[in-house]
């Protein structure tokens, strides 16, 4: 299960992983909100919310198949 993690993640792109990680708390990060991750990475919340959108997406189509 580890290994097809870190397969699919791949698939994603650096500011993809570390906003959902932040979200979801992945990779020994604490949970933050949209609104914390805007602040800290300089974006509006709405583009954090479509790249966690976009990534959670590609998560989906990469673990369908």
Partial sequence: AR????EVRVQLTPQEQAV????FGLNG?????RKEISQ???????RVD???RE??????????G
């Fill in 40 to 46: 800290n990475i300089g974006l509006t919340k709405w």
């Fill in 55 to 64: 990534a959670i997406k590609k998560l989906r189509s990469a673990m369908a």
């Fill in 20 to 23: 959902l990680c932040k979200i």
């Fill in 29 to 33: 990060e604490d949970e933050h909100t």
């Fill in 50 to 52: 479509q790249i966690a």
């Fill in 3 to 6: 290994a097809i993690a870190d």
